[in-house]
C-alpha cells in the first residue's frame, strides 16, 4: 500500500470517529457537515481551477442549483433522497455542461468574469422564480433520508453519509489526476497550445473539467440541504463562490487533500475567531492575505515541503514533475 | 407598450448618469489591468470607502465606532481630505496586495485583493454599522423641471464631473510626460524601464489613480444610492462587465460600455423587468462575448488564445 493510500485511509478513520468523540455537540457535528458539503464542492473546483486551470467564481452557484433541486424533487415531486440527491447532481452536471461550452473561448479574467454573470443570474432566478423555489423566503421542510422505517436525521448519522461522499470524491478526482483525463487537463493547465499540439483535445477536456466540477457541487449543495433542511438563496451568492476559491487556493489549487483540508480551515475559523466578536471576518479577510502572500503554494505545498524535510530525497522523475507544476501558474 | 417621449428622455438621462458611473469605475479597472495585467477585485470597495469616510464629516450626525460624529465640515473641504486620505490608502494597497505578488502571476494578486475585499467590507461594518447611511447631497433640490422633464441635479453633475475627468484623462495621457510613461509601462514593463522609466513608481501612481476614480464615482453616486458595505460590489461587478462589452484594455471602450450598459438597463428596468435590472448587464456581458469575444472595440492585450 502507498503512502498517500495509508495516510487517505487513517485520515477517514480519524474522520469517522468524530460523530463518537463530539458526540454531545449538535453544533460542532453539524459544523463538520457543513466543512464536509463544502469540501465536496472545493474538490469540483479543484478540478476546473487546479487541474485544468479554469477560473471559476460561480462555484456557489453549482451549489445552490444541487441545493434547490434536491429540495424541490423531495418536497413537491415526492423523490427519497436517494433519488433526488443523484438527480440533483446530474442536474449541475448538466449545467456545468450548458455553462461550460460557451465559456470555453475564455480563460483568464474572462472566464472568471463570465461566470461571476452566471453566479448572478442564477441568484436571481432563485430569488425570482418564486413558482419553483419560493423566492427569497426559501425552501423549507426538506427531509432527511431514510432507510426504511429508519429516519436519519441525528447529524452523527447524517454525518456518515457525507463522509463516504467526500471518500468517494476524493477517489474519483484522484484517480482522474492520475489518469490520462487529469493529466490531459494538467497539460492544458500549463500550456493549451502545446497540448493541443500533442494531441490532447482541449476543448473535451475543459467541457469535461466544467461537468465535474458541476456535479461536484451539485452533490455537495444537495447534502447540505437535506442537513440543514431549509436553503435560501443568500446562501449561494457571489460571496459564496469567492469563499469557494479562497477554500481552495488556502488548500493548495491541485491537492485533492488540500481542498478538504482548506474547506474544513476555512470552515472552522470564523468559530475560532468568535472571541473576536464582530471584527472577526477583517481577521479573516486580513488572513487570506497572509495565507497568499506567505504560503504559495497553499497548506498542502506547505506540508509538502515539511516532509521533504524530514524525510530522504524521493526518486527522481515522477514526484517532482508531479508536485512541481502549480507553482507559477495557479 | 405606451411610448412616451419626455419619459424616455428621463430614463436616458438617468442611464447616462448610472453608465457615467460604470464608465469611471471600468477605467479604474482597466488601467490597473493594463499596469500589471491583474483585475482588483477590490476596485468596488474604492467605490464604498470614500462614500463612507466622507459622510463621517458630513451629516449633520453619525455614529463612528459607536462615537457621534456631528462635524458637518463644508462639502468641498471634506472632498479634498477623503482624497488626500485615499492617496494614502492606494499606496498602502499598492504596498501590500500587489508588491509582493508582483512576479507570481496573476491569481495570487486576485486572491489577494480578493481578501483586501473582504477586509474592507467588514472593517465599514464595524466602523460605521450595518444599517445603510444616506449620504446629504449637495443639492436642496431633489429633481429640476423642465417643462414636464424631471432632471436629477445629482444626475447632471455625474455627467459634468465625468466628461471632464475624461479631457482629463485625455490630456494627461496624450500631452504629458507622466502619463506617456504610464502608456509606455502599461505596453511594455521591460522595455519602459530600459528606457528609463521608473516602473515601480508609475505603478503606484496607476494605482492612486484607479482608486481615485473608484472615490470620485463613490462621492458621485452615493447621494443617489444609500451608503451600505456592499454598495461598491454590483457597481464593480458591472463596470467590469462594461470594460469587457468595449474591449478589455481599450480605455474608449470602457467608457462607451459603460454608457451602453447603463443606458440600456435603466431601459431595461423600466421596460422589461424591474426584478432583473440586476441581470441586463450580464446578459449584455454573455451576449458579447459570444458573438464578438475581443469586445465592441477589439482587445489591447490577448488573453484568450
Known amino acids: 500500500m502507498s503512502r498517500a493510500n495509508a495516510g487517505a485511509l487513517v485520515a477517514i478513520a480519524a474522520a469517522a470517529a468524530i460523530p463518537v468523540v463530539f458526540r454531545g455537540s449538535d453544533y460542532l457535528l453539524n459544523l463538520c ?5 463544502y469540501s465536496i464542492a472545493v474538490m469540483g473546483l479543484g478540478i476546473l481551477l487546479g487541474y485544468a486551470g479554469q477560473m471559476s467564481l460561480g462555484q456557489a452557484a453549482f451549489f445552490g442549483i444541487g441545493a434547490y433541486a434536491s429540495g424541490w424533487l423531495t418536497t413537491q415531486a415526492g423523490w427519497n433522497f436517494w433519488e433526488a440527491v443523484p438527480a440533483a447532481m446530474a442536474l449541475s452536471a448538466l449545467v456545468g455542461l450548458c455553462v461550460g461550452y460557451p465559456c470555453l473561448r475564455l480563460s483568464g479574467h474572462y472566464l472568471a468574469l463570465a461566470t461571476i454573470g452566471f453566479g448572478i443570474i442564477t441568484q436571481l432566478v432563485l430569488v425570482n422564480w418564486k413558482a419553483f423555489t419560493n423566492g427569497s423566503d426559501g425552501m423549507s421542510g426538506i427531509p432527511a433520508p431514510a432507510i426504511g422505517a429508519y429516519t436519519i436525521d441525528s447529524y452523527g448519522a447524517y454525518f456518515y453519509i457525507v463522509l463516504a461522499c467526500v471518500s468517494a470524491g476524493a477517489y474519483v478526482s484522484s484517480r482522474i489526476k492520475a489518469t490520462r483525463p487529469g493529466r490531459a487537463m494538467q497539460a492544458i493547465r500549463e500550456n493549451e497550445l502545446a497540448a493541443s499540439a500533442m494531441g490532447i483535445d482541449a476543448t473535451r477536456y475543459k467541457i469535461l473539467a466544467f461537468v465535474l466540477a458541476g456535479a461536484y457541487a451539485g452533490l ?4 447540505l440541504a437535506h442537513s440543514i433542511k431549509f436553503i435560501s438563496p443568500d446562501s449561494y451568492s457571489f460571496d459564496a463562490s469567492v469563499v469557494f476559491l479562497v477554500m481552495l487556493i488556502i488548500g493548495g489549487a491541485s ?3 488540500g481542498a478538504i483540508v482548506g474547506a474544513a480551515l ?11 466578536k464582530n471584527s472577526y471576518i477583517m481577521v479573516y479577510g486580513a488572513a487570506v492575505i497572509a495565507m497568499i502572500i506567505f504560503m504559495p503554494q497553499g497548506l498542502a505545498g506547505l506540508l509538502q515541503a515539511v516532509i521533504a524535510r524530514f524525510s530522504p530525497p524521493p526518486d527522481p522523475g515522477s514526484e517532482t514533475i508531479a508536485a512541481r507544476p502549480s507553482a507559477q501558474r495557479s | 407598450m405606451h411610448f412616451d417621449s419626455i419619459a424616455n428622455l428621463q430614463l436616458l438621462i438617468n442611464g447616462f448618469a448610472i453608465g457615467s458611473i460604470y464608465a469611471l469605475v471600468a477605467l479604474g479597472f482597466v488601467l490597473i489591468y493594463n499596469a500589471v495585467g491583474v483585475v482588483n477585485f477590490a476596485q468596488g470597495d474604492f467605490v464604498m470607502l470614500p462614500s463612507y469616510v466622507a459622510i463621517s464629516f458630513l451629516a449633520p450626525s453619525v455614529a463612528v465606532f459607536g462615537v457621534q460624529m456631528h462635524w458637518q465640515l463644508p462639502p468641498l473641504a471634506v472632498y479634498l481630505l477623503v482624497i488626500v486620505l485615499m492617496t494614502g490608502f492606494a499606496l498602502l494597497f499598492n504596498r501590500i496586495a500587489y508588491y509582493p505578488l508582483r512576479d507570481r502571476g496573476w491569481m495570487p494578486v486576485v486572491i489577494s485583493t480578493i481578501g483586501v475585499s473582504i477586509f474592507l467590507r467588514n472593517f465599514a461594518q464595524l466602523t460605521w ?20 422633464l424631471h432632471v ?32 509606455a509601462t502599461a505596453q511594455d514593463r521591460t522595455t519602459a524601464r530600459l528606457l528609463g522609466i521608473r ?20 462621492l458621485l453616486v452615493a447621494p443617489v444610492f444609500t451608503v451600505t458595505k456592499e454598495m461598491g460590489g454590483l457597481i464593480a461587478l458591472k463596470a467590469f462587465a462594461a470594460s469587457i462589452v468595449g474591449g478589455f484594455g481599450n480605455i474608449p471602450g470602457a467608457i462607451i460600455g459603460g454608457l451602453t450598459i447603463g443606458v440600456v438597463e435603466t431601459f431595461g428596468g423600466f421596460y422589461i423587468s424591474s426584478a432583473y435590472t440586476d441581470a441586463i448587464a450580464f446578459v449584455i456581458l454573455i451576449a458579447v462575448l459570444l458573438v464578438r469575444p475581443q469586445g465592441l472595440f477589439g482587445e489591447r492585450v490577448a488573453e484568450k488564445a
Open chain 1, 220 to 223: 455537495g449543495g444537495a447534502l
Open chain 1, 255 to 257: 491537492s485533492v487533500g
Open chain 2, 199 to 218: 516602473v515601480g513608481r508609475i505603478v503606484a501612481f496607476t494605482f492612486v489613480y484607479s482608486v481615485l476614480l473608484g472615490t470620485i464615482s463613490g
Open chain 1, 266 to 276: 476555512l470552515t472552522f475559523l470564523p468559530e475560532v475567531l468568535r472571541p473576536l
Open chain 2, 129 to 148: 454599522g450595518s444599517q445603510p447611511l444616506s449620504f446629504p447631497s449637495p443639492f436642496t433640490a431633489d429633481t429640476i423641471d423642465f417643462g414636464g
Open chain 2, 152 to 183: 436629477r441635479p445629482q444626475d447632471l453633475l455625474i455627467i459634468a464631473v465625468t466628461a471632464t475627468l475624461i479631457m482629463f484623462q485625455y490630456v494627461l495621457f496624450e500631452k504629458t510626460s507622466l502619463g506617456k510613461q504610464m502608456q
Open chain 1, 33 to 37: 457537515v457543513l466543512a464536509g458539503a
